[in-house]
C-alpha cells in the first residue's frame, strides 16, 4: 500500500482511505471466563465434600464449553487462587465471567479475581444440584449447596459499589439455565459487535420527523455504532458505471419471480440498476448497514426509488437497510437479526382492527419476499408514494406471514436514549390491494388500550417488526446499553 495514496473517502477517487475501516472487522467468538468457587475452610470440617464440589463445577464447566470458548483455570477457594484466576481472565481478554459458587464464598475472594477483568460483563449463576430440599440433608449437604448466601453477598456488594450483574437461577443439571446463560451471553455480544459496526446514511432524516433525529455522538456512546456520511456523488458515480447487461439479467430475474401489476421491464431496470448500486457502494466502503433518504433525493437523482435496492441488500446479503433516515430503526433492525437470524420489517404504525384486537402495520416496500405468508401471492406492483422518479417505480406487495413477532425501535428523549418492546401475533389475514407490504398483528391488550399505552408513553413513528419472542432479550440489550426500556403487551 502506497501511503501517498490514501485519502479520506470524501474524495471518493481513491482505493485506501485514511477515515474508514478498509478492511471489515471480523467478528470473533466471545471468551467466558468460568469463576468457579469453594471455600478452603470447609474442606478441613468435612474432607470428602471438596471432591464433590470440583466434580460439581466441572459439570458446569463441560456444558458450558458447548457453547463457548470457556477459560477455567481452577476452583478458586483462596485469594491465592483468586490471583491465579485473575491473571488467567486478563491474559484472555475474558469479556464476560460466570461466577458459580459451589459452597459459599467470602465476597473478598471473588472480588479479587473479577477486579482484574473490571470491564466484564458478570453473571451470577445461583446453582444447586437438586430442585428441592431433602429431609436427609445434612450440614455437609446444605453447604454443598449453600450458593445462595454467597452469591446473595456479592449482590449486595455490587449494589454497593454500582458493578453491574445479571443473575441466572437453577439447577446445575437444568438444560434451561445454560440457554438462559447463552442467551446473556449473546446479548453482550451482540452489544459488542455493534460498537464495531459503521452504518452509512445517505442524505438525512425526512424533513420535519423530529421523533427520528439523533445525535451521533450519543448514538456511538450508548447503541455503539458510527453513523457515516455517504454523499450522494459517492453512489452516482457507482450507478453510472453499473454495466446495462448486468442490470438486465438482475431485471429480468425479477420479474420471472413473482406476479406483476401496473409496472413494466423498464421500471424494473430502473430499480434494479439503483440496486445493484447501493449494492457496490456497501462493499466499497465496508459498510455493516445502511439508511437512506429516497423522497426528492435518490429518487430525483437516480430517477428511480432505492426501495428495491434495499430489499435486494436484505435478502441476498443479509444486509440491514431502513429508510428516511431512521437509524435508531436501522439499529433496532441490526439487533433483531442477531438475536433470532430472522430478516425484520420497517413498518409504521397503521390502524387498529377490534374484530381480531390487532395492529395493522404498514412497510416502506422494504423486505426480504421470505416474510410472506404465500410466495406466490407477492406481487411486483408500483410504488405508492411518487416523489420525482420517473415511470411507476416498483415495490413488493404482500402480507407478513402468520406466527409470533417482536415489535420494537429506539427513542431519543429528553431523559436519554430508551427502547420500546413489545409482543403479538401476525395472524393470517387477506393480502390488501394497497401496493404495499402490510402485516396484522394481534396482541394481548385490548387494542384500543394497547394504542392508548402506545401513545401515552410515546414512541418513534417507525416499528420494526421481526419474527420471534425475543422481548426478554431486548430487555437485557436496553439494560447491557444502559438506557431505559418500555415494554407493551
Request: charged share 25%; glycine share 8%; proline share 3%.
Amino acid at each position: 500500500m502506497n501511503e501517498n495514496n490514501i485519502t479520506s473517502f470524501d474524495a471518493a477517487n481513491s482505493q485506501t482511505f485514511g477515515d474508514i475501516l478498509n478492511v471489515k472487522k471480523a467478528k470473533h467468538p466471545i471468551k467466558v471466563g468460568l469463576l468457579g468457587c469453594g471455600y478452603f475452610e470447609y474442606w478441613r470440617m468435612y474432607p470428602s465434600l471438596k471432591k464433590k464440589v470440583e466434580d460439581d463445577l466441572q459439570k458446569v464447566y463441560k456444558r458450558l464449553c458447548k457453547d463457548f470458548e470457556v477459560v477455567y483455570p481452577c476452583m478458586v477457594d483462596t485469594l491465592d487462587k483468586a490471583e491465579k484466576a485473575g491473571n488467567a481472565f486478563s491474559d484472555a481478554n475474558v469479556e464476560v465471567i460466570i461466577v458459580v459458587e459451589g459452597t459459599y464464598l467470602p465476597d473478598f475472594i471473588t472480588l479479587h479475581a473479577i477486579e482484574y477483568v473490571s470491564n466484564a460483563s458478570i453473571i451470577l449463576f445461583n446453582t444447586q444440584t437438586g430442585s428441592n430440599v431433602s429431609p436427609d440433608d445434612d450440614y455437609e449437604a446444605t453447604m454443598r449447596n449453600s450458593a445462595f448466601i454467597g452469591i446473595s453477598q456479592l449482590t449486595g456488594t455490587f449494589r454497593k459499589i454500582n458493578r453491574n450483574y445479571e443473575v441466572v437461577v437453577d439447577e446445575l443439571d437444568n438444560e434451561s439455565a445454560y440457554l438462559k446463560i447463552r442467551g446473556l451471553i449473546r446479548v453482550h455480544q451482540i452489544t459488542r459487535y455493534l460498537k464495531s459496526y459503521a452504518i452509512g446514511i445517505i442524505g438525512h432524516v425526512f424533513r420535519g420527523m423530529y421523533d427520528l433525529e439523533y445525535d451521533r455522538t450519543k448514538i456511538k456512546g450508548f447503541l455503539g455504532p458510527e453513523v457515516i456520511t455517504i454523499q450522494i456523488d459517492h453512489l452516482i458515480i457507482i450507478w453510472k458505471d453499473i454495466p446495462d447487461e448486468e442490470v438486465e439479467k438482475t431485471a429480468e430475474e425479477l420479474m420471472n419471480r413473482f406476479a406483476v401489476k401496473h409496472v413494466t421491464m423498464d421500471d424494473a431496470r430502473r430499480s434494479c440498476r439503483l440496486g445493484l448500486a447501493m449494492k457496490r457502494l456497501a462493499q466499497r466502503y465496508h459498510l455493516d448497514a445502511l439508511c437512506f433518504l429516497g423522497q426528492h433525493y435518490i429518487e430525483k437523482m437516480t430517477g428511480a426509488p432505492a426501495r428495491m435496492g434495499a430489499s435486494m441488500l436484505i435478502e441476498d446479503d443479509r444486509f440491514m437497510v431502513t429508510c428516511e433516515g431512521d437509524i435508531g430503526g436501522l439499529i433496532m433492525m441490526q439487533i433483531m437479526y442477531e438475536l433470532t437470524g430472522n430478516v425484520p420489517l420497517q413498518a409504521e404504525w397503521g390502524q387498529f382492527d377490534i374484530k381480531n384486537n390487532a395492529l395493522f402495520l404498514l412497510g416502506h416496500g422494504i423486505a426480504s419476499p421470505e416474510l410472506a405468508a404465500d410466495r406466490k401471492l407477492v406481487t411486483l406492483t408500483r410504488s405508492p408514494e411518487e416523489w420525482g422518479f420517473k415511470g411507476k417505480g416498483i415495490n413488493y406487495q404482500m402480507i407478513i406471514k402468520p406466527g409470533p413477532v417482536t415489535m420494537g425501535h429506539f427513542l431519543n428523549t429528553a431523559n436519554g436514549w430508551r427502547m420500546f418492546i413489545s409482543e403479538g401475533e401476525s395472524i393470517p389475514f387477506s393480502c390488501l390491494p394497497c401496493d404495499e407490504i402490510h402485516a396484522m398483528v394481534q396482541v394481548a391488550t385490548p387494542i384500543k388500550e394497547y394504542v392508548t399505552n402506545v401513545l401515552k408513553n410515546g414512541v418513534a413513528h417507525h416499528l420494526i417488526l421481526v419474527h420471534g419472542h425475543i422481548v426478554d432479550e431486548l430487555a437485557s440489550v436496553a439494560d447491557c446499553m444502559g438506557i431505559d426500556k418500555i415494554i407493551l403487551k
